[in-house]
């Protein structure tokens, strides 16, 4: 369900779990949202909206656009919960390795999670060589910063 406020369509503040446990967030687009691309989504005074992934010292949530989404519709994103096909730049990614937020870009951040910085947002559970594409798990917590 979204919301009309001074004429700007608006995402509610929920997030929804489906029957088979993934977790939607709504968000309204920023621009023209690709299927597959990992999104931040930030908060403003119309509620939560899409941003492209870069470094930021704010707090935001990670969602994948499982479909095309026309700039200012609501989109829900996958926020938890597993997803074939995440779109990223190459990478080789073994299982279990988390995917975090370095640089501006999305990185492999190995498996060692006793180090891994707060901007981890996904988990891999299919090996990838040189690949532009991830199967990921999905985690539905917020990232404090990312740099």
Do not use: N, W
């Not at 700007?8 to 690709?34: E, W």
């Not at 499982?66 to 074939?84: D, F, K, N, R």
């Amino acid at each position: 369900m979204a919301f009309q406020s001074s004429g700007q369509l608006t995402a509610p503040l929920y997030m929804i779990t489906t029957a088979d446990g993934s977790v939607l967030l709504p968000a309204r687009a920023h621009t023209t949202l690709t299927a597959g691309t990992p999104y931040r989504v930030k908060y403003d005074e119309y509620g939560p909206i899409t941003a492209a992934i870069t470094d930021d010292a704010d707090s935001y949530r990670v969602g994948i656009a499982p479909s095309a989404t026309t700039t200012g519709e609501i989109a829900y994103l996958i926020h938890g919960g597993p997803y074939s096909g995440m779109v990223t730049g190459s990478l080789s990614v073994a299982v279990g390795h988390g995917f975090g937020i370095r640089g501006g870009a999305i990185t492999d951040e190995g498996a060692d999670f006793d180090d891994l910085h707060d901007a981890v947002f996904a988990i891999c559970y299919t090996a990838s060589t040189s690949s532009t594409s991830q199967d990921v798990i999905m985690i539905p917590e917020v990232i404090t910063a990312s740099t």
